[in-house]
């Protein structure tokens, strides 16, 4: 079935660092879902990509979908501590009308170093 | 998201005991999900339903039941608690139109002993 990579599993960084999770996907996604979880809290939905080499940008947050749609990246510049949590991919499992199930990868866990 | 409640928050007990969760929507949203969370293995989809009586399984559903005989309710038991249930479970609902974001419930903890 339909599998979805996060890399790396864990990262430490000092404040101020930049900081980048990647996604790969085992087939092509028609979209990919981006959130994040806080120490405690619940997932969070922080935005969606669609097209195939898409950016978009969140102040200091970066998203890109790769060209082939199989793959994208969180990039985060000159962390700060409330950036501390779980980023989470999150793919379709299937498509037309399934679509609104998601495969999610297991997460990419930030700490920051004041 | 103060429109998907969970309940409770926090639930010990005991194995072979039967627990339900609750989890409650304002949004009218067609689609509710059951996931759990445990360390090593992230998210994992327990149940969804589409719509009011439409309920499928998901990637781990074995020892779990859910309805869905109203929009807003998706009630999560589990009939007999094992020990490998403790984990940390997340309802969460979206709209019917494509490509639509799921927003979470703030989680039940439950540990069974």
């Known amino acids: 079935g339909q599998q979805v990579m996060q890399i790396p599993q864990y990262q430490h960084v000092q404040e101020g660092e930049d900081f980048t999770t990647y996604c790969n996907s085992s087939?092509?996604?028609?979209?990919i879902q981006w959130y994040k979880q806080r120490p405690g809290g619940h997932p969070v939905f922080l935005i969606q990509l669609v097209k195939s080499g898409e950016v978009k940008k969140q102040k200091r947050l970066t998203f890109q979908f790769g060209e082939a749609k199989k793959n994208s990246s969180l990039h985060i510049t000159a962390t700060q501590t409330t950036d501390v949590g779980t980023y989470f991919c999150a793919g379709p499992k299937g498509s037309g009308g399934s679509n609104y199930k998601l495969t999610f990868g297991k997460g990419t866990l930030l700490t920051v170093n004041p | 998201d103060a429109g998907i409640t969970q309940s409770p928050r926090y639930k010990i007990t005991e194995t072979g005991r039967q627990v339900t969760l609750m989890c409650h929507q304002t949004?009218?949203?067609?689609?509710m999900f059951w996931y759990r969370q445990d360390l090593g293995h992230g998210l994992r989809l327990i149940y969804y339903?589409?719509?009011?009586?439409?309920?499928d399984k998901g990637e781990v559903p074995d020892g779990y039941v859910v309805s869905r005989s109203k929009t807003e309710n998706f009630p999560l038991t589990l009939e007999s608690a094992t020990r490998s249930q403790t984990s940390v479970y997340f309802c969460?609902?979206?709209?019917?139109?494509?490509?639509?974001?799921?927003?979470f419930g703030d989680g039940t903890r439950l540990s069974i002993l």
């Open positions: 339903s589409a719509a009011a009586d439409i309920t």
């Open positions: 969460a609902s979206s709209e019917s139109r494509q490509y639509q974001p799921q927003h």
């Open positions: 087939t092509t996604l028609s979209n």
């Open positions: 949004w009218s949203h067609s689609y």
